[in-house]
């Protein structure tokens, strides 16, 4: 059945709450709010009792899919199952409670935590030192090019462009024309990987730094990095790596020895947050050496004294690029970070990655057939198919497709990315899991591609079976109505 509006469950004189009485005087609005900011009438809420709110929102939420309900296989996202432990800790009050104006005194757990999360993640990455502070993995990687053009500021030059390899995140160029540099793509070659060629020719004096992902957007690892990275440094530029694939190098390779100079975390996406639909997401940054001076203020300081630890905040930085947030970062998902990495170790860091790489594999061995690859096997974790088969041969699209998986419980992937792949199908399932539910997936995926060779016009119809059907989503996005009535 249709779930009704909140709205249209509203009747007169219904209410799901009850108040003290006020125990302070009443002050009139007027007398402490300007006339600008005070209603003419009443907001039009809904008035429904507090059992009818409840079970509207369980409906919805039964309705909605999520992490614990079912698989993601969101490729180049990361939206892997996340340990409830995570959220435990998290939740503890000397964490929950705390607020950001409290003095260091009293706030020395908190600290210690943040400072040893950042010597956890150098470790991880071989960098030198990392900041808690970007918001996100776009709020990193404009911190991380913030750092890059003081670097080269302080070096006396005013480099004006930053390569980006065309398989790249969308949010790199963006980053970097938020910067202010003037953005040259770099090609990939036959086997999607960076192509040196193409890259020796856009390299010259005003070159800033060079973007790369590694493994990179279509799943392959870049096995000429070092080389990449001698041609970037020799030309006087910095090596920039965008890590929101760190879920395939875990213990097993690090950017610092590649010879990136900075590389940013997704901390929610590796380290494991919740954070489909807009958030929350946290964003470090690692750098070389040579970038230290210009990190974000504050940094959080260790100072050993007899009798014991201290922990402070510092903003006794005078090249620092400054502020990129208030406060700290997002502690909520730094701690859950923490507990993850605390938790597995660094033995058990290099399995999630083990399990990530051969989870990608076996499932691609399942798909190759009725699914074109464009590029070559193996990948890391995650890979990226093509659904051009189907349309040239039954005109029915990726999208279709996709939204077909919706009719037997199955979150769609990431489709029509990276732009490099026609009829893109990016698939990345984790390390979270389980063989059998790598199994239904692939034998439901491939059933889709038999129903779009037998019996089309179903799969340009999908889905069938949820509560809104397919949207017009070039309309919605164009039209955005969040009205409720």
């Not at 938790?343 to 990655?353: P, Q």
């Amino acid at each position: 059945m249709k779930e009704k509006l909140i709205f249209d469950l509203s009747r007169e004189g219904r209410k799901g709450y009850s108040l003290s009485a006020n125990d302070v005087p009443d002050v009139p609005l007027d007398t402490i709010l300007p006339s600008n900011s005070l209603r003419s009438e009443p907001a039009s809420l809904p008035e429904i009792s507090e059992s009818e709110v409840v079970r509207h929102f369980v409906r919805l939420s039964n309705m909605n899919f999520h992490v614990d309900k079912g698989m993601y296989p969101l490729g180049s996202c990361t939206m892997k199952y996340n340990p409830k432990i995570n959220d435990y800790t998290c939740s503890l009050p000397g964490f929950s409670t705390l607020h950001p104006l409290q003095p260091s005194e009293t706030t020395q757990g908190a600290l210690q935590l943040m400072y040893e999360l950042t010597e956890m993640l150098s470790e991880i990455a071989g960098m030198a030192a990392v900041t808690l502070q970007p918001a996100a993995g776009a709020h990193g990687e404009l911190t991380g090019i913030l750092l890059i053009k003081r670097y080269h500021e302080s070096m006396g030059s005013k480099r004006q462009k930053l390569l980006v390899v065309d398989s790249a995140h969308g949010t790199n160029p963006a980053s970097a024309a938020l910067a202010g540099y003037e953005i040259i793509s770099v090609a990939s070659n036959a086997d999607g990987r960076t192509d040196l060629d193409d890259l020796a020719r856009k390299l010259d004096g005003d070159v800033a730094a060079l973007m790369l992902t590694n493994p990179n957007t279509i799943g392959v690892f870049e096995k000429d990095i070092v080389r990449i990275a001698k041609m970037v440094h020799d030309n006087g530029s910095l090596l920039y790596m965008d890590g929101a694939n760190m879920n395939a190098l875990l213990g097993i390779s690090r950017p610092g020895d590649m010879g990136f100079d900075v590389v940013h975390y997704n901390l929610h996406k590796t380290f494991s947050t919740p954070h489909g639909g807009g958030g929350p997401g946290s964003g470090p940054v690692g750098v070389c050496e040579k970038l230290l001076p210009f990190l974000p203020v504050p940094i959080v300081e260790k100072q050993e004294t007899p009798e014991g630890n201290v922990y402070r905040l510092s903003c006794n930085r005078p090249e620092s690029i400054g502020r990129m947030m208030n406060f700290y970062g997002n502690f909520g998902v730094l701690v859950r970070a923490y507990t993850y990495i605390r938790m597995l170790g660094a033995d058990g860091l290099r399995m999630v990655s083990e399990n990530a790489i051969i989870n990608a594999n076996y499932l691609l061995s399942l798909l190759g057939e009725k699914f074109d690859l464009p590029y070559p096997k193996p990948v890391m974790h995650e890979f990226c198919l093509s659904g051009d088969r189907q349309k040239k041969a039954h005109g029915v699209r990726t999208l279709d497709m996709a939204k077909r998986l919706l009719d037997y419980g199955f979150h769609a992937p990431t489709i029509y990315f990276p732009l490099i792949v026609s009829e893109a199908l990016m698939i990345e399932p984790t390390e979270t899991e389980s063989k059998e539910t790598l199994d239904t997936f692939a034998e439901v995926l491939n059933r889709i591609a038999d129903e779009a060779a037998s019996d089309p016009a179903l799969v340009l119809s999908a889905p069938l079976t949820t509560p809104v059907k397919r949207l017009d989503e070039a309309q919605a996005s164009r039209q955005l109505n969040i009205c409720c009535r």
